[in-house]
Structures are given as C-alpha cells and as structure tokens.
C-alpha cells in the first residue's frame, strides 16, 4: 500500500513537472515568435514574465496605443528601462483620458531616475501645481550634473514666467495670454488652450475661427467638444510652429527719395476696398459704411509711404505698372492680422514693403467690434507718374 502510495504521488509530480515544463517551452515558443514580429506571440510572452524585447518592450512599435500601453506598463512594473516613461506616452496617444494613470507612469519614470519622465512630470502639473512642477523639473536636473547649475537657473526663469503671465492673462491682458501661450503651447496643451482662449476673446476671434480646424495631436483632459475652436486652432499653431511668427512680418521702410532728374517716379492709388463677413454684422449697416471709409482713409493716409516702395522698384524696373491687392482681417482691437497680399507684383520685396507702408499696424479712431470680423481686401493701383510729374 505504501510503494502504491508513492508510486502516485511520483506518478502526480511528473505530471506537474510536465506540466511547468510544456508551459516554459510555449514561452520559450512565444518568446522566439515575438522577436520574428509576431505580435500575439509578443503580448502572451508579455503576460507570461517576459518583460524585455521578447515581450513586454517590443510594445514599443505597436500601432494599437490600448495594448502598447498595457505592456509597456508591465514593463514599468518589472522595471525595465525606460518602459514607465514609454507606457505615460502610449497612454495618452489618443488624448489624456486617465490623467490619474499618464501621472502615476511618470512619477514611476522620475522615481526610475529617467530625466525625460521628470521633465514630462514638470510639464503636467504645470496646469495644477508650480511647486510640483519646478520640484518635478529640478529632479530632471539633479539627473544631469553637467548642466545641473543652469538647468536649475532655466527652470526658476520658466516657472517664475509662467505664474507671472498666468496672473497677467487672467486679467485679460492680451499680451501676456500669448506669451503665456507660446510657454505652454509644447509642455502642457490644456493651459496653453486657456491662454489661447483667452486671446481669442481679447481679439473678438471666437466665432470667426468657430469653423476652423488644424490637425494635431492634441494632449487634452478633458472631452474634445468641450474645447473652442478658436482656441484649438491658435493651440496647434503654437505648437506646430513653435518660437515661429505666424503673423506677416514688417519690413524698414526707404527714406523718403532725394530729388533727382531723370529718375522714374511713381504713383499708389487705393482703388476698391471690399469687405466679406463670415457671418452678418450685428451693428446697423451705416455703421459697417462707417467703418469702410475709415479703413479707406487710414490707408489713404500711408499711400505716400507706399510710393517710397515703388519709386526704389522702379529704379530697376521702370515704367513697370500693376495692382496689388492687401488682404486681412481686423480684429477687435483695430489691429490686422492674415495680412498678405495678392497680384500682380511676384516681387517678394516690394510686396513687403507695400504692405508694411500701405496697412497700419493698429486702425484706431474707430468701431471695430462689428459683431463679426471683417474681412478687407483693399486694392493698390501701381502706375508710373507722368515725366516731369510729382
């Protein structure tokens, strides 16, 4: 009775021995499977301990962001290098829909002594907390002794910047919104929508981009229909473009010319001025009348600053004539913006400096809030004066 006992209980430890020994050579299996890119293969060897590049780490170029997370996050678990850091990215590769879980793989990359998880970590809690933000960004300093002593500098300028145009902006100081948007606009997507926002109301622009969209992987908490269009648009801007002057850019203008015989001169004449709304104006129509003559007058006002553009141009190019047409938008606070041009004239110089004599930098001594933003296309006409003329 006591050999059959022991025969079984032999009998039941080969039978568990096979047992483990089948299941180590399917991970085995799986293992050789994901490193020749078998994706299933990867995720069961995953989920059987295998945490390197035969598993959970060849997540890495996963195209599906819920399964490149879930392993990548095991990976963190096992504390594999840089997987914490990699499973906060994949997690919000769709937005930030669990802020709880991006934060938490960040704070375990910065506990990791990963200087890119703590410079991530920084910029999250940029939106909720300045001292967590600057102990999070003097962690990632501390990680890098050679540069230690400025980075720290640089961290105590962008902290001390972001509070100050933070307090500015709130405060509706329009100035302050967009360089609280340039700061923010690559580290922390919701705070650089509320300067962005913010803008958009100073300039009256809300419903003038309400139908505007520019693709971008937008890093948001909250849902997507909650956010302005306004503010999403001048967010991806930012970010797409950043340290980039998305705005036409003005160019010196000539010194008014000497008197010299012979030399061709020229004239600037404004000829029509066109307005286009998006949506009608909510203000009487004398009042929109009102404010076409004035765009007219203050752009008859520059014109002889314009024919300075066009007089250097003719040096080169005499008897040359056309029209060119100036086109942008005035905001709320008289100042235009879009500004480009169109016509005839493929001269990148004179096109720049016609624009920047011809258009004010600010249209003021008017109504500009109109309810709707006005688009102007305003035409200059080009033609060499007369000889002897002028």
Known sequence: MKLAGLGGLAALI????????????EDDLAARRCASGDRVACARACEHGVHGKAGCMSAVDDKHPTRRTRMLTLACNA????????AAEASIALGIGNEHQYQ????????????????????FWLLDSLASAKAAYQKACH????????CRDEVAERIAAVDRERTACKQDQLAACERLLKLTALRNHDLGYQAAEAACRLRGLSEHYRGTELRHPYKLRKRFASYEPCGLFALARAAAAPGEVTEFQR?????????????????????????????????????????????????????????????????THPHSRGELAALF????LGEPLELRASGDWGDPELR????????????????????????????LELTPAPAGAR
């Not at 938008?329 to 709320?332: E, L, N």
């Not at 400096?353 to 035409?379: Q, W």
């Open 143 to 150: 990680l890098e002794p050679s540069r230690a002593r400025v």
């Open 104 to 123: 938490t793989l960040l704070s375990r990359a910065c506990e990791q002594r990963d200087a890119r998880g703590c410079e991530k970590l920084g910029d």
């Open 14 to 25: 080969g039978c568990v021995t096979a047992v483990g020994c089948a299941r180590s050579r």
């Open 352 to 379: 720049s400096c016609l624009l920047s004599a011809a258009i004010p930098e600010r249209f003021t001594g008017m109504n500009t809030d109109l309810g709707s933003i006005a688009r102007v296309e305003a035409k």
């Open 79 to 86: 504390e594999q290098p840089g997987a914490c850091l990699l």
């Open 251 to 315: 160019v010196p203008l000539p010194d008014p010319p000497a008197a010299a015989k012979g030399e061709p001169r020229g004239r600037v004449a404004l000829g029509d001025v066109t307005l286009h709304f998006r949506d009608a104006p909510s203000v009487q129509p004398e009042q929109v009348a009102a404010f076409k003559a004035a765009v007219e007058a203050r752009i008859r006002e520059r014109l002889e600053l314009g024919t300075r553009c066009y007089d250097r141009y003719l040096r």
């Open 329 to 332: 938008i005035i905001d709320k």
